[in-house]
């Protein structure tokens, strides 16, 4: 079974469509995030839900916005699409407590590029 | 400055060294210190977490972690070519859980 997976694994789009991404974790976390990794590798995060409530939310178009149906669940749409959003983006979750020192599980990610 | 920062490399080492992979970071609250192995196309692996100073061992890999310089390193033993990667140093901070990430170290282990 996967821990964290993510739909689709590639999507390829034109500039100015609407798309969405899709995660799910049945690893019982109560947090999950989204990060935007370029070309150089550079992981960023993008924005943070803790069982349906946005806890971190970096700066970000206002094109992008999560939602968080439920604690296991986190999906991300993308309204107007750029040139620049071409990127990996993966979905991770983890256990948000205050002394804890678990890293992050990551899906596979979502390789979006726009044309 | 960058928060966490790595030598994006490429590092080469042969067959059998010990590799040796570096970190720093800006923010002395940081808390609790990440690294991440990830081959191309592929998600990050969690390979070591570390929170207090000194030298933490799992298997070949060691994390060593100096507050005071704000530091911390992953050094791998008897390297193999299966080891090469991109290797990411992250950095909790705060309450919230944010990792945030170094650019990476590309390693390269050669027969």
């Known amino acids: 079974d996967t821990a964290v997976s993510q739909t689709p694994k590639y999507l390829v789009t034109q500039m100015g469509n609407d798309k969405s991404i899709k995660c799910e974790q049945n690893l019982g976390h109560d947090t999950m995030y989204w990060y935007k990794q370029d070309s150089k590798k550079f992981l960023k995060i993008m924005f943070s839900?803790?069982?349906?409530?946005?806890?971190i939310n970096e700066t970000v178009p206002n094109r992008f916005s999560p939602k968080s149906p439920d604690k296991a669940h986190l999906n991300l749409h993308i309204n107007s699409l750029e040139l620049g959003d071409s990127a990996v983006y993966f979905c991770?979750?983890?256990?948000?407590?205050?002394?804890?020192?678990?890293?992050?599980?990551f899906g596979s990610g979502t390789r979006l590029t726009v044309v | 400055q960058k928060e966490v920062e790595q030598n994006s490399g490429p590092l080469s080492v042969p067959e059998g060294a010990i590799a040796s992979l570096n970190c720093t970071y800006s923010d002395r609250g940081s808390q609790s210190f990440f690294w991440y192995r990830q081959y191309s196309g592929k998600s990050p692996e969690l390979i070591m977490f570390?929170?207090?100073?000194g030298d933490k061992e799992d298997g070949r890999f060691t994390a060593q972690l100096n507050k005071a310089s704000q530091y911390v390193s992953l050094l791998i033993r008897d390297s193999q070519p299966s080891d090469s990667a991109t290797y990411l140093c992250?950095?909790?901070?705060?309450?919230?859980?944010?990792?945030?990430f170094g650019t990476g170290t590309q390693l390269k282990v050669e027969l």
């Open positions: 991770a979750s983890s256990l948000l407590t205050v002394t804890s020192n678990y890293g992050y599980t």
């Open positions: 839900y803790n069982n349906k409530e946005l806890i």
């Open positions: 992250a950095v909790r901070t705060g309450g919230g859980n944010k990792l945030t």
């Open positions: 570390i929170y207090s100073n």
